[in-house]
C-alpha cells in the first residue's frame, strides 16, 4: 500500500502579550492553547517573544536612558529554564494533548536571546531554537543563537521546526533548515505597525514567509502579535514615539508549500486563530519538482558548512548539551528553580 502521510489542524495565534508582564501573559498563552485545541488543533504557533512581549521601545528612543529601564522590566519577566513559566505551559500541551511553539525572551546565565520553545502532546520540551543573528537595533535586547539549535523535530504529524522574523530573509538558514526535511514550518513575527521603513511593514515580510514556503516546500504558520493601545500608552513619552507606532499590525496566516493562503485570515487589529487543515501529502509533489537539499542541488559547485555544534562562551570539560526535558521533570515543584 505504500507510506500514508499525516493530516491535522494547524493553529496560529494573533494576539498582544500581557506587556512585560510574565505571569500574566503565560496565563493567556495557556489559555490560548486551550481555545485553539477546543477548536482541534494539534498545532498551535506564537508570534515572536509573545512572552513577554516584543522590545519595540528599542525603534523609538535612546537606547539608554529611555530604553534602559524597559529592558530591566523585561529582564525581570524573562522566561527560565526550568521554571514555574514553562511548567506552565508543559501542563497546557499536555492537557490539551497538543503541540506547541511558543516564543520568549529568554534568561540564560546573564543574557537574554529570543528563542522559539517546542513542546509535544506528552508535556515534553522537545528542545529550542535560538535566533542567529538579531536584527539591528534588537542587539541591545538579545544575545545570538547558534547551529546547535537549528532543529527540525521529527514527529506523528510531519517534520516541524521554525525561525523568527527577518531569519526568514538569510538564504543560508532557508538552506540549513531544507537540510533536515522541515515539513511544517512556524515563523514567528512581532506586529507590522511600527513606521521604521520597511522592516515592519506587511509587504515583504508576507513575501519572505510565503517565498520560505516554496523554496523549503513546506507548510508555514506565519503568527504575528498586535499592538494594543495599553502598550502604546506605557511606551510613548511624546508626539513623535505616538506617530512611530499604532494599534494593530496582525497579519497572521497559513501558507502552503505552494506560496497560496490556506487559511482564515484575522482583522489585522483583532486577536484571534488562523486555521488550516493540513494535509502532508501535498509535499510530496512539491518535492517530485524541486528538492533544493536533494536531487535539485549541486553540490559540486555550491554547498552550506552548517555547524550544528553547541558554541558556548566557555567551554568547560565534560560539558553536554541536551535541550529536551520531560514532562516529569518540569513537573517536580519541589525544585526552587522551577519556581522562578
Given at each position: 500500500?505504500?507510506?500514508?502521510?499525516?493530516?491535522?489542524?494547524?493553529?496560529?495565534?494573533q494576539a498582544a502579550p500581557v506587556f512585560l508582564d510574565l505571569d500574566a501573559t503565560v496565563?493567556?498563552?495557556?489559555?490560548?492553547?486551550?481555545?485553539?485545541?477546543?477548536?482541534g488543533a494539534n498545532l498551535v504557533a506564537f508570534p515572536e517573544s509573545f512572552i513577554p512581549g516584543y522590545p519595540w521601545w528599542i525603534w523609538l528612543g535612546d537606547p539608554s536612558?529611555?530604553?534602559?529601564?524597559?529592558?530591566?522590566?523585561?529582564?525581570?519577566?524573562?522566561?527560565?529554564i526550568p521554571s514555574k513559566a514553562v511548567r506552565k505551559i508543559s501542563e497546557a500541551a499536555k492537557s490539551t494533548e497538543t503541540y506547541v511553539c511558543v516564543s520568549v525572551t529568554e534568561l540564560d546565565g546573564g543574557s537574554l536571546y529570543l528563542t522559539q520553545l517546542w513542546f509535544d502532546p506528552n508535556g515534553n520540551l522537545m528542545g529550542k531554537h535560538r535566533k542567529l543573528k538579531p536584527t539591528?537595533?534588537?542587539?541591545?535586547?538579545?544575545?545570538?543563537?547558534?547551529?546547535?539549535?537549528m532543529k527540525v523535530f521529527k514527529t506523528e504529524i510531519g517534520n516541524l521546526g521554525g525561525l523568527q522574523c527577518w531569519e526568514h530573509m538569510i538564504p543560508l538558514n532557508i538552506a540549513a533548515m531544507n537540510s533536515l526535511n522541515e515539513q511544517v514550518h512556524v515563523g514567528s513575527?512581532?506586529?507590522?505597525?511600527?513606521?521604521i521603513g520597511t522592516l515592519f511593514t506587511e509587504g515583504p515580510n508576507v513575501t519572505a514567509s510565503?517565498?520560505?514556503?516554496?523554496?523549503?516546500g513546506c507548510f508555514t504558520l506565519m503568527s504575528t502579535q498586535i499592538i494594543t493601545q495599553e502598550m502604546i500608552d506605557k511606551l510613548c513619552q511624546n508626539d513623535y514615539q505616538r506617530q512611530m507606532i499604532q494599534q494593530g499590525g496582525g497579519c497572521?496566516?497559513?501558507?502552503?508549500?505552494?506560496?497560496?493562503?490556506?487559511?482564515?485570515?484575522?482583522?489585522?487589529?483583532?486577536?484571534g486563530f488562523a486555521y488550516a487543515d493540513i494535509d502532508l501529502e501535498m509535499i510530496v509533489y512539491c518535492k517530485y519538482a524541486v528538492d533544493p537539499a536533494g536531487h535539485y542541488s549541486v553540490p559540486g559547485i555550491l554547498s552550506l558548512d552548517f555547524n550544528q555544534n553547541y558554541q558556548p562562551a566557555v567551554r568547560k570539560s565534560g560539558q553536554n548539551l541536551d535541550l529536551s526535558i520531560s514532562y516529569n521533570t518540569l513537573q517536580k515543584s519541589e525544585s526552587t528553580v522551577l519556581n522562578k
Open positions: 500500500m505504500g507510506k500514508t502521510y499525516p493530516k491535522f489542524r494547524a493553529a496560529a495565534v496565563e493567556k498563552t495557556c489559555k490560548l492553547i486551550e481555545e485553539a485545541a477546543n477548536n536612558a529611555y530604553g534602559a529601564p524597559f529592558y530591566a522590566e523585561l529582564y525581570k519577566n524573562a522566561v527560565e539591528s537595533a534588537e542587539r541591545y535586547i538579545w544575545g545570538e543563537g547558534d547551529g546547535s539549535m513575527w512581532p506586529a507590522f505597525s511600527c513606521n510565503k517565498y520560505y514556503s516554496v523554496s523549503a497572521t496566516q497559513i501558507i502552503s508549500p505552494e506560496s497560496t493562503v490556506i487559511s482564515n485570515i484575522v482583522p489585522k487589529n483583532e486577536e
